[in-house]
């Protein structure tokens, strides 16, 4: 397995094991990850800092050129929110875990010309499952759904 | 002028004055506000706290009707974060200061939506050009881009 996916996914059992939404990121440049973060709705009470954004809020403040070279990893799908990040700043490439459990904004994310590699990763699928099942409410906030009910 | 607006310029304020990015915006709900912010990338060294999302993020935790029945107000034409952001939480609606020195995603939010009240006020662009005069490289950072040079 890709060593970042693996931390991306590391990142996401953080989460899980604190009591959060398992989903996790990391953001790679030249080879090293700069920045590593996971899901904090639950644990910090964020309605902003999915996986994504804490991965790029942890990777601190950068100049342009440094987003314009980064690969971001991210263990789902990213939303529209995530999506809209990874364009403002430019990053060219978005490896993720899996789109089976949400599918985000990747129409988006490929009309505006980044490059998307999705696998279909079985310890991604089942860190949601497992979350979903145990927390649907948390789920479901957390991507501005009323849930089932 | 309308007192949302109005807040979300003295949040704007508020950053400038604090030596920040001078954007500013407010979350309403039912005619209240429900989350205040300003970009902290200066303050904080933020990544992600525009404006918008320092008052979604202000603002807590909140079930997906709410978000379907407030209005954002921001000082300056969202960016494609705070865009998704708003496309995410199914925001219907988003006044706006200003779109002469930045114009955001405004097409993404018009296709998903969103209803869109464009005002063209001089408090929200001098705050804007006295900023960006001042500290070019900053704003530039802030939307992605090296700057001029």
């Given at each position: 397995?890709?060593p970042?996916m693996?931390?991306a996914?590391?990142?996401?059992?953080?989460?899980?094991?604190?009591?959060?939404?398992?989903?996790g990121?990391?953001l790679?440049?030249?080879?090293?990850?700069?920045?590593r973060?996971?899901n904090?709705?639950?644990?910090?009470?964020?309605a902003?800092?999915?996986?994504?954004?804490?991965?790029l809020?942890?990777a601190?403040?950068l100049?342009?050129?440094?987003y314009?070279?980064?690969?971001?990893y991210?263990?789902?799908?990213?939303c529209p929110?995530c999506?809209?990040a990874?364009?403002?700043?430019g990053?060219?490439?978005v490896v993720?875990?899996?789109?089976?459990t949400f599918k985000?904004?990747?129409?988006?994310?490929?009309e505006r010309?980044?490059?998307?590699t999705?696998?279909?990763d079985?310890?991604?699928?089942s860190?949601?499952a497992q979350?979903?099942a145990?927390?649907?409410?948390?789920w479901y906030?957390d991507?501005g759904e009323?849930g089932?009910?």
């Amino acid at each position: 397995m890709d060593p970042f996916m693996q931390a991306a996914i590391e990142e996401a059992r953080k989460g899980y094991e604190a009591g959060g939404v398992p989903i996790g990121s990391v953001l790679v440049h030249r080879g090293e990850i700069i920045g590593r973060g996971h899901n904090q709705r639950q644990q910090r009470g964020s309605a902003i800092l999915h996986g994504e954004m804490d991965a790029l809020e942890n990777a601190g403040r950068l100049p342009a050129h440094v987003y314009r070279e980064a690969v971001l990893y991210t263990t789902l799908s990213p939303c529209p929110m995530c999506s809209g990040a990874i364009v403002l700043y430019g990053i060219p490439e978005v490896v993720i875990g899996e789109n089976t459990t949400f599918k985000g904004d990747e129409a988006l994310l490929r009309e505006r010309g980044v490059t998307l590699t999705i696998h279909d990763d079985s310890q991604c699928k089942s860190l949601m499952a497992q979350f979903i099942a145990e927390r649907p409410e948390v789920w479901y906030e957390d991507i501005g759904e009323s849930g089932a009910s």
